[in-house]
């Protein structure tokens, strides 16, 4: 495989070309910045050292990287990594870092990904009543789900980042952009994500309908997180049932779950307030409720005569 | 009591006078945007209805009130009480606003708080070996704490300010500022806790040691949330003694609490990492552990033998 680095000896690095504010790889990755662009072209920023090297490392098809002069030395392992496998590295000002990567803060590291998402489908096992019916025979060793996340309307990137950064610490198989949620490759989200997204398949662009429909097929009990529901997650029963394979809705961070969203799911459960708050953050809410079904679905109960 | 309202004809309003932008009122709110200044006058400012409402009626002394001619309209109950209890209301222009609540989207309302943190002593029981010896004799229906969170060099605002949020819906009887955290007062840090500030006692510049040893002196075990502890937070042993009056410490949110405040605490655990995430965001890992203790401590375990 030829290697498309721009090598440029002022830069002191072999593998790397310094990008000007007019470059055309440095303009293509400024539009990226855009939702509109992104979905053109099927391709987003991953930005930071953190998603630069999961990207890399989880198979994402990195196209370019940027890099500032601070951070290629205090990458060098990864950026040398990212060279030798043949993807573009620029270097930039950290002007330009700061203006690809929409933050105060930048790290100095940015990389031009295309777009990771699957279908609703490719999440169930091959063979279900919802999957893919042009699935080879050979991939069937997907996994049956049994703990999913549904973003329902989720508007807000750093809240759904969170929740898709802890539904992979929990050890969920999958996170689900449903209805008018951000798009998760927003600046805000993949950053908030700290390397998740790259971690595990992530739908973008979902009915939320379908999804729950998807997932009631393959098995899955379809629970909404839903402050003002009667049953409280701490409720025995409410714990024994997380036991089984579940997926959770989450509603929008101002005014969470329509009562005809609730309405879609299996049981509404709240998130019980022992104190005088209103309510709960939302990515505090799903971490909650995530790892009560992470816990459930490994821990066996204490039981009484036993001892532990 | 003497109302301190400033009317003025051609706002339409009584008990509202506008604050133009060189009133003395409003370049001393102005101020209260610096820590520094916030520690000198012993104030804050509180934005958006939520916040305003919950300082007016949790019994925070209100100053001052500013707010726009939308909110006065939107939120004219909150903005009436308030100018019937003799607080000064004064009517501010958007940008006004939005230079004060330093928020792209304000809501319009912003109150002028006096600080309301207390002393770490008057967190315990009164009697107790670390309790304020100057306690008079009818405050002692001061209840035992069960549920504390400590944390100990937290700097992001938000995060801070979610944590306070979810340990006041834990039912948590205080929040302790230790160390080199994050201001209270700090606007995205009263933002983020969306009226809890108001909820429970918060202590500010606490040193951590002095916290741990006044939470073990009132009976609290130490608990250090230490993503490298060897214990997990869903082993059965772990659960179990969450049931025990507990203390969280919470670290910074990039590096978490290092060894030797991790060495200040009776035990650390880790909140278990299922799935492929390095970590968890603070406020997520917060939220898993404060419940985790609030369950333990109200809800019964099922036992094997007597159903449910």
Not at 76 to 85: E, H, M
Not at 184 to 212: I, M, T, W
Not at 248 to 275: C, H, K, R, S, T
Request: hydrophobic share 45%; charged share 20%.
């Amino acid at each position: 495989m030829a290697r498309r680095v721009t090598a440029s000896p002022d830069t002191g690095y072999a593998g790397a070309g310094y990008a000007g504010a007019h470059s055309p790889r440095l303009k293509a990755a400024r539009r990226l910045t855009k939702r509109a662009f992104r979905q053109r072209e099927r391709a987003f920023l991953a930005e930071g050292p953190q998603a630069v090297a999961e990207a890399h490392h989880c198979g994402a098809h990195v196209t370019d990287l940027f890099v500032t002069v601070p951070a290629r030395s205090r990458h060098s392992d990864l950026v040398n990594a990212i060279a030798q496998a043949g993807i573009p590295v620029h270097v930039v000002s950290g002007e330009v870092m700061a203006e690809l990567a929409q933050t105060v803060t930048p790290q100095g590291l940015l990389a031009v990904c295309d777009f990771i998402d699957v279908p609703l489908t490719e999440i169930i096992p091959a063979g279900h009543p919802g999957a893919d019916e042009g699935t080879p025979p050979g991939s069937g060793e997907r996994k049956q789900p049994s703990l999913v996340a549904l973003l329902a309307n989720v508007r807000d990137p750093g809240n759904a980042g969170t929740v898709l950064r802890t539904a992979d610490a929990a050890g969920a198989h999958a996170v689900v952009f449903a209805d008018a949620s951000v798009d998760p490759y927003n600046g805000k989200c993949v950053r908030a994500s700290a390397g998740s997204l790259f971690h595990l398949p992530v739908v973008a662009g979902a009915r939320l309908e379908d999804a729950v429909t998807t997932m009631r097929d393959a098995g899955l009990r379809i629970v909404a997180a839903d402050g003002r529901a009667g049953r409280s997650l701490d409720d025995p029963d409410v714990q024994a049932r997380l036991a089984e394979p579940t997926a959770w809705m989450f509603g929008n961070e101002a005014w969470g779950l329509p009562p005809e969203l609730v309405a879609l799911a299996d049981e509404p459960i709240a998130v019980p307030i022992y104190g005088r708050a209103e309510s709960l953050n939302l990515a505090a809410a799903a971490a909650i409720c995530l790892y009560a079904s992470a816990r459930a679905q490994r821990v066996r109960p204490v039981t009484g005569q036993a001892g532990t």
